[in-house]
C-alpha cells in the first residue's frame, strides 16, 4: 500500500514513491520511540516529524 510504485529504470526511477497510503496498514501501528530523545527519530526519512504522543507509522515513511 505504497503511494507509487511505478516500475522502471533510468528517467523513470524517480517516479517510485515508497510513502504509505492513508488505508495502509502500517499507519499508527509502530511504537512511539521519542522517550529515547534521539534526534535522528523526531522525523522521517523525508524530514516529516513523528508524533511525541501517540503511535508512529511502521517503516522509514511517516503519514
Do not use: E, K
Request: proline share 8%.
Amino acid at each position: 500500500m505504497f503511494v507509487s510504485l511505478a516500475y522502471g529504470t533510468g528517467t523513470n526511477s524517480f517516479s517510485n514513491n515508497y510513502g504509505i497510503q492513508s488505508n495502509s496498514p502500517c499507519v499508527g501501528a509502530g511504537m512511539n520511540l521519542s522517550g529515547l530523545n534521539l534526534p535522528g527519530l523526531s522525523a522521517d526519512i523525508n524530514g516529516n516529524p513523528r508524533p511525541t504522543s501517540g503511535p508512529w507509522d511502521l517503516g522509514a515513511y511517516q503519514h
